[in-house]
């Protein structure tokens, strides 16, 4: 398929990679972002991972607890413009939707769309946002529910950037007073911030797990200059014995090589990728050496800290020590209490939408030439 600039810069966007590399990216995947983003991850080229949440529509993400905590709901209504977020109307309208959710037994957006609107009961859901859309003016749409039911303890909410971020937490207890409900404030407030992507270690398969180590001896393969130095020694080794290095890049190694960790800004270009080309070459005596994937596990047990709520370090606390779990377990303690953080919903409104990207600049240029 063509690779469109839009793409381009799309997936320069959500990598931080270069524009070239991202075009190389593309053509390699055929198009497919996901795939490219973890093309660049391999080829150690991308700078950060795909962001978990892009900001790309407007809209509110919108949560309601029932009065004895017992059961709650997120929604996300999306609406094209900011100012139309922040209108009264369509902030009454939201919070109606949430209400509709909150009683439905629907089991999809599409069933929730087809049933009797409550408010009107001789329209539908998806007739009564038509009537919404006639009213605001833009299109409109009920994007997303989640409920959450916990009869052994409660559930906690918190909503933020004045409904852009809106997050349920699932608390099993045997205690319910204001210091547990305080502490789950808490947590719910570091999901919105952190975004984990689970709740414990425990809930990562096999398969996620194998797919990250993967991409991380492929990430380092790539870049050879930040494997361990007697692995790089030996690929050195191999590029000067066997001139896969010019004349040139050897003669500046020898010259500079008592400055190692500086060693790489003297060489050229092809020097390092043609090192990379070793290393994956001899991709099987590096997996076997301890070392090496003594780092590759110590990678991985660092990023599911970074993606599991429990494992992540409790943004209030202190000495910015404590995890999430810590934390916890120190409220349940101090107030004789059994706590399991069972799980949570996190919405943010527009995440993963692509948002129309307006040119004005561009659409004045086109008219003028129009004209």
């Known amino acids: 398929m063509a690779i469109t600039a839009a793409m381009v810069k799309e997936l320069r966007e959500?990598?931080?990679?270069?524009?070239?590399?991202?075009?190389?990216a593309l053509?390699?995947?055929?198009?497919?972002?996901?795939k490219a983003v973890e093309w660049l991850r391999e080829k150690g080229l991308a700078t950060a991972q795909k962001k978990a949440?892009?900001?790309?529509?407007?809209?509110?993400a919108k949560v309601l607890v029932s009065e004895d905590g017992k059961k709650a709901v997120a929604v996300e209504v999306n609406?094209?413009?900011?100012f139309v977020a922040k209108n009264e109307k369509f902030q009454n309208y939201v919070a109606q939707v949430a209400e509709q959710a909150m009683e439905t037994g629907a089991a999809d957006i599409d069933a929730f769309l087809a049933e009797p609107w409550k408010f009107d009961t001789s329209v539908t859901v998806k007739e009564a946002l038509a009537g919404m859309v006639a009213v605001i003016g833009e299109n409109m749409n009920i994007r997303r529910f989640t409920q959450l039911q916990e009869d052994n303890g409660f559930v906690a909410c918190y909503t933020h950037m004045g409904g852009k971020i809106g997050v349920l937490l699932d608390v099993v207890t045997d205690v319910v007073n204001d210091e547990i409900k305080d502490m789950a404030k808490n947590i719910a407030m570091q999901v919105a911030a952190m975004k984990p992507e689970y709740t414990s270690?425990?809930?990562?398969?096999?398969?996620?797990?194998a797919k990250e180590k993967e991409i991380i001896i492929s990430?380092?393969?790539?870049?050879?200059?930040?494997?361990?130095?007697?692995?790089?020694?030996?690929l050195i080794e191999t590029a000067i014995n066997e001139k896969v290095w010019s004349d040139e890049d050897i003669a500046m190694?020898?010259?500079?090589?008592?400055?190692?960790?500086f060693v790489f800004n003297f060489l050229s270009k092809e020097a390092k990728p043609q090192l990379a080309q070793l290393a994956v070459a001899d991709r099987a005596n590096i997996e076997g050496n301890k070392i090496f994937m003594g780092a590759v596990d110590g990678r991985i047990k660092k990023q599911m800290k970074e993606v599991c709520l429990l494992s992540q370090p409790y943004v209030r606390a202190e000495d910015s020590k404590t995890t999430v779990g810590q934390y916890v377990a120190q409220v349940a303690k101090a107030n004789g209490a059994n706590i399991t953080i069972k799980g949570f919903v996190r919405f943010e409104t527009g995440e993963g939408i692509e948002k129309k990207q307006e040119d004005f600049a561009a659409e004045v240029a086109a008219q003028m030439a129009g004209k």
């Open 27 to 34: 053509t390699a995947t055929e198009g497919d972002m996901d």
């Open 201 to 209: 270690e425990a809930e990562i398969s096999d398969e996620y797990i």
């Open 79 to 82: 609406a094209e413009t900011d």
């Open 253 to 261: 190694f020898e010259e500079k090589k008592s400055n190692f960790q």
């Open 219 to 234: 990430s380092s393969l790539n870049s050879p200059d930040t494997l361990p130095k007697p692995i790089l020694n030996k």
């Open 53 to 60: 949440s892009r900001i790309a529509a407007e809209g509110l």
């Open 14 to 24: 959500v990598t931080g990679s270069g524009m070239m590399d991202c075009k190389k």
